[in-house]
């Protein structure tokens, strides 16, 4: 069973920057999108970002310029680059991974950004 594993979340201040990693634990076949959704309190979970396996990225317009997604095919990785936090980014963020047979989700990293 494939587990995607991801670090980076924490407690950073408004402004502040925070990288956010998701690695399969094993090789996934055919993957197709991989991408991050947040979910906040109270609110639906959220697309933040998503980029396919050509490299296409695609981005929620809430964080268009401070956020970048990128991946490493070779690792079955995707990482996600936040600058310029806002307190409205604070919520725990899911990684997920579209393959041809499956679709995988992360066990969720709290980000949390004080004012």
């Known amino acids: ?15 502040g920057s925070l990288r956010l990693s998701c690695a399969a634990s094993r090789s996934i076949f055919s993957i197709n999108t991989m991408g991050w959704y947040r979910q906040a309190p109270g609110k639906q979970r959220e697309l933040v970002a998503d980029i396919t396996s050509g490299g296409r990225t695609n981005y929620a317009d809430s964080v268009k310029g401070r956020f970048t997604i990128s991946r490493d095919n070779a690792k079955n990785t995707v990482y996600l680059q936040m600058n310029s936090l806002k307190p409205e980014d604070t919520a725990v963020y ?12 992360g066990q969720g990293t709290q980000v949390t950004v004080s004012s």
Do not use: I, K, T
């Open 1 to 15: 069973q494939v587990q995607l594993v991801e670090s980076g979340g924490g407690l950073v201040q408004a402004g």
């Open 94 to 105: 899911y990684c997920n991974v579209v393959a041809a047979l499956n679709v995988f989700w």
